[in-house]
């Protein structure tokens, strides 16, 4: 593939535990690396719930600590945009 979709969930909770040690985001950021992804894309999902209701704050902690993680494993986080989305209320 050439690019990838690493969707993030911005709802309490759910991204602390898809960012934690074993979580799901983690893992596939890590799997796309590992298949030779060189390109991604992160959405970051449910940004409508009620503990985000579209918080500039709630988005800006979960791209730096996304961020972060994506540079230790290998990808350039200056080059990866991020965008809030809302696949229940269709924004994008």
């Known amino acids: 593939a050439d690019c990838a979709v690493l969707v993030v969930p911005a709802a309490t909770g759910e ?3 898809g960012i ?3 979580g ?6 890590l799997l796309a690396y590992t298949l030779g992804v060189k390109q991604m894309i992160c959405a970051v999902n449910k940004m409508d719930e009620k503990s985000c209701n ?3 704050t709630r988005f800006e902690e979960i791209r730096k ?3 972060s993680y994506l540079k ?6 200056d080059k990866i945009p991020f965008v809030p989305i ?3 209320t269709g924004d994008n």
């Open 20 to 22: 934690s040690k074993d």
């Open 86 to 88: 809302s696949g229940w």
């Open 65 to 67: 600590e996304v961020s």
């Open 72 to 77: 230790k494993i290998g990808y350039n986080p």
């Open 24 to 29: 799901q985001t983690r893992e596939h950021a």
């Open 15 to 17: 991204f602390e535990a």
């Open 54 to 56: 579209y918080s500039q």
